[in-house]
């Protein structure tokens, strides 16, 4: 069965600093990996994905992930966070033969200080 | 282009009471997905809809069952409320039905159960 593991529930980090949400995957097929964004009382923002190929994404607000077949991991980075990343982040899996739908980590809440 | 709405954003139902909520997928997207989000449970997949065709069903009792209608818009209904069923209920809408498919979600409708 597949599962998803994001191994912290919370990181706090100061304004500036560099900050990597960790991202960790079990399947025995392959997957797409995805990581959204959720602000408080709203829904889930796709911020990266990867489908294929390359296999460091980007997104336009300068996070970035790479995915790591070996390590089944997809881990979340950005050099310097800024107060406006406080939020919460979801890893997500899914795969062909599924149709469509998403297995979620837990969520990791990024807590961003001045 | 207007996002996923989901309506009501806020419900308040008594327990044993069934209650209804809709959703509003982007134009021209064809496949609907619902998903809870529980701080214990985290995100949990329901079900999908694909062309008003049930494609895809998560690991819940059958009190929670859905619908989809010509137009791509969704419905899910929950009979019989407990309390553990107090979440914020979202959905999300993709063009297509492959497992590599972006997911956009919506702001999600938040039911308690009292």
């Known amino acids: 069965a597949q599962s998803v593991t994001q191994l912290d529930s919370q990181v706090p980090v100061f304004e500036e600093a560099p900050v990597e949400l960790r991202c960790n995957y079990s399947?025995?097929?392959?997957?797409?990996l995805f990581w959204y964004v959720q602000y408080p009382n709203q829904g889930l923002q796709l911020l990266l994905k990867?489908?294929?190929?390359?296999?460091l994404v980007e997104s336009i607000n300068g996070f970035e992930a790479e995915f790591n077949k070996s390590q089944t991991s997809f881990h979340l980075r950005k050099p310097s966070v800024h107060i406006s990343d406080t939020a919460e982040y979801f890893c997500?899996?899914?795969?062909?033969?599924?149709?469509?739908?998403?297995?979620f980590g837990k969520g990791t809440r990024l807590l961003v200080k001045p | 282009k207007a996002g996923v709405t989901q309506t009501p954003r806020y419900l308040i139902k008594t327990r044993g009471q069934q209650v209804t909520l809709s959703c509003s997928p982007i134009s021209g997207h064809r496949s609907v997905s619902w998903y809870q989000q529980t701080p214990g449970q985290g995100l949990q997949f329901l079900f999908e809809?694909?062309?008003?065709?049930?494609?895809n069903k998560g690991n819940f009792p059958g009190r929670f069952s859905g619908r989809q209608f010509s137009n791509s818009r969704s419905e899910m209904n929950v009979s019989t409320l407990e309390l553990g069923d107090s979440a914020l209920y979202l959905c999300a809408s993709s063009l297509v039905a492959g497992a590599n498919t972006e997911a956009f979600f919506g702001q999600g409708t938040r039911l308690t159960v009292v």
């Open positions: 990867y489908l294929s190929g390359s296999t």
């Open positions: 809809y694909f062309s008003e065709t049930q494609r």
């Open positions: 399947s025995s097929v392959s997957v797409y």
């Open positions: 997500a899996v899914s795969r062909e033969g599924q149709g469509f739908s998403f297995i």
